[in-house]
């Protein structure tokens, strides 16, 4: 069997550090909000490019509290894609707001920059738009147009550790950007966890008051916040992987090399990298007419794929009552075409080839 992912194979490769780190926590006996989170969110938002970085429980939350971060509420809009984890929209509705949906673009599948004008109106706050896959939005359009209509932007950096947009890194391009940290992610942790990075040093204060109950001082809240913090545990372990990511990226990257060479003349469409961009191939996604033949045959033969995602938000049942009538033909077509196969650092040379040709044989 072929797994889609394989943590197994990269503990093994960092175990003793692991443990190091964990044990260093223990015998501290500081849990929450230590020197461990403090030194992650300086290595992590120095590592992007950014002043300053705050620990979160999850991606989920990063993109939550971003948005509450920034004042945005009931009325207001905010522009996103339907294409994504449901996360991206959830912060949106969580917070009160509307998200505005814009179609995809058919090469990357990210927002399409030419279709965000028709939607802006005068509830716009924001643009949210999301490095989907690990392949970095179009992002110097999407700024020039927050800039020209007065918006803020949130990038959505939750799959793209690493990559980059014209030789800058993801999430410390725009307003606020937010990472998750959950296991499969290109960094991940051995649990949940995220952050939320900016420049702005009054947004960082009041993320930092948000994630832990509106104080910035014990038992004196300013305003209502939430408990969202990264704790000690994780963060120690994310300070030991974090070292390796750019090396791990650097292997996914070749592996998608053997990968879309091997795949040519299969009948499938294969992964782009734009001019601008560095993809960090947090999934490797193909797309094909008879997908779910293709899917089948290949769980048949042993590999393990996944759909990411098989129903676009606009679609999903929990979004039908609020009223999205909305019709987005590139979102709609792909997500009956698209199929994430196999992608980890330590995937081997024998293994993508028989993926290869399993795949060929089907087509």
Known sequence: MIP???LQREYTEISGEIREAIER?????????????????????????????????SGSDALFLAIKALGIGNGDEVITVSH???????????????????????????????????????????????????????????MEIAKKYNLFVVEDACQAHGAEHKGKKVGGISDLGC??????????????????????????????????????KK??????GVNSRLDEIQAAILRVKLKYLDEWNEKRRKIVKLYNES????????????EYARHVYHLYVIRCKNRDKLQQHLLKNGIRTQIHYPVPVHKQKAYLNLGFNVHLPVTE?????????PMHPWLNHEEVSKIAEVIRKCH
């Open 179 to 216: 990472f998750s940290f959950y296991p499969i992610k290109n960094l991940g942790a051995y649990g949940d966890g995220g952050i939320v990075l900016t420049n702005n040093e009054e947004l960082a204060e009041k993320l930092r008051m948000l994630r832990n109950y509106g104080q910035l």
């Open 219 to 224: 038992y004196y809240h300013d305003f209502i």
């Open 4 to 6: 889609f992912i394989d």
């Open 84 to 142: 994504t984890y449901i996360s991206t929209v959830d912060a949106i509705v969580r917070n009160e707001a509307k998200p505005v949906f814009v179609d995809i673009d058919p090469d990357m599948y990210s927002i399409n920059v030419a279709k965000i004008k028709e939607k802006i109106t005068e509830k716009t706050r924001a643009i949210l738009p999301v490095h989907i896959y690990g392949h970095p939005a179009d992002m110097d359009p999407i």
């Open 25 to 57: 926590v223990l015998k501290s006996g500081w849990f929450i909000l230590g020197g461990e989170v403090k030194k992650f969110e300086e290595n992590f938002s120095k590592y992007v490019g950014t002043r300053y970085g705050i620990g979160v429980n």
């Open 263 to 274: 795949l040519e003349d299969s009948g499938v469409i294969t992964p782009i990298e734009k």
């Open 333 to 341: 077509k792909i997500c009956n075409e698209i199929l994430s196969l």
